[in-house]
């Protein structure tokens, strides 16, 4: 099924996104929370993609693992960082050719150690990827990503939702946004959306705060994202991992709780591919599983 035709069956979706491992044991250790986060029944879980060969592979791998050992449906991350044409069509053909019609294209970020030099004839910006697989296979549903703080490179807030439309004109079925921490930016960012003529929906990404080492890291790979006062207070508080981690969940249950009384379209769990969280948020809730929102 299609993340779009999942939509048009849900009042509220929730979904789950994993990076691919890099040794055996990840691969053990994802397997078994995505095992513990079966029964919640998530509306779709998505792969991220990192730029250069074996990562690229990797995201394909797990990818095609989920799809025969699971029911779930996945949507693969795809970026235009460092890929040719050519390579991003061999991608998006081999995907079709195995019934994978789930993709969130993105622009993807330059590594930082500069290895991957960028292709004479890729693409720049993620509409070019947009407009380019609709082109090869409009079957394909796209979603692309949003920014509810803005997007580092685009000071200019008003030509950031241009860049946004043009990606839903380009074909996106649905926009999920960078984590956030302050549920206003969302609300904000999604009327602001709808003042430029974005219609389509808007999926909140959520990452809980666990460990105070990962609240640096998680502000280092989503460049801009702002941690409210209250929640640095609320971690500061708490002297060990475990109890930043119960802080962390807390927080981020009242966020989502907050956003589905406000009638959100969906949730998208940054999970780190770790399961606790995401079942410890469900429970907080009184959610069972994400089929109880089935229209
Ligand atoms: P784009 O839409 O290409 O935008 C990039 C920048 O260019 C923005 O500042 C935008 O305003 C600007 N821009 C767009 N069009 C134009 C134009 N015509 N002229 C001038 N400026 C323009 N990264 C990965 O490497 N792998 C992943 O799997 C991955 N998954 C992600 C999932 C989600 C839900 C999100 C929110 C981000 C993810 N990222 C991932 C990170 C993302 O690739 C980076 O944040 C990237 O810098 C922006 O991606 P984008 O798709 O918004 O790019």
């Known amino acids: ?22 040794t055996e044991q990840g691969w053990d250790n994802l397997f078994h929370s995505i095992a513990d986060l079966m029964p919640l029944k998530p509306s779709w879980v998505s792969v991220t993609y990192g730029a250069g060969g074996s990562t690229r592979d990797r995201t394909h791998d797990l990818i095609m693992r989920i799809k025969k050992e699971t029911d779930l449906t996945a949507v693969a991350h795809l970026t235009c960082v460092g890929s040719s044409r050519e390579e991003i069509a061999d991608i998006v053909d081999r995907y079709v050719e195995n019934n994978i019609l789930n993709i969130l294209a993105l622009g993807g970020d330059p590594p930082k150690d500069a290895t991957l030099k960028p292709a004479q004839d890729g693409f ?10 609709k082109s ?9 990503a949003g920014f509810p703080e803005g997007h580092p490179a685009t000071p200019n807030r008003l030509l950031e ?14 926009i999920i946004t960078q984590l956030f921490f302050d549920n206003r930016d969302f609300y904000d960012f999604c009327e602001r959306c709808r003042l430029s003529g974005i219609d389509s929906p808007i999926i909140a990404g959520i990452m809980p705060v666990l460990t105070k080492k990962g609240m640096y890291r998680m502000v280092d790979l989503a460049a801009g994202v ?18 930043v981690a119960k802080a962390g969940v807390h927080w981020a249950s ?3 709780r907050d956003l589905l009384d406000n009638d959100v379209r969906g949730i998208h769990f940054y999970t780190l591919n770790k399961s606790p969280a995401t079942i410890q948020i469900y429970e907080s809730l009184g959610v069972r599983t994400s089929e109880q929102f089935l229209l």
């Open 161 to 174: 939702i241009e860049y946004l439309k043009a990606k839903v004109d380009a074909g996106a079925d649905y």
């Open 226 to 243: 702002r941690l409210p006062a209250r929640l640095l207070k609320l971690v500061s508080r708490a002297d060990s991992d475990d109890y």
């Open 124 to 133: 720049r910006y993620a509409t070019e990827l947009v407009e380019f697989i």
């Open 1 to 22: 099924m299609t993340v779009k035709e999942i939509l048009d069956k849900t009042r509220i979706t929730f979904s789950f996104e994993f990076f691919p491992p890099k």
């Open 254 to 256: 009242e966020q989502v």
């Open 136 to 144: 090869r296979h409009s079957q394909i549903c796209i979603g692309v």
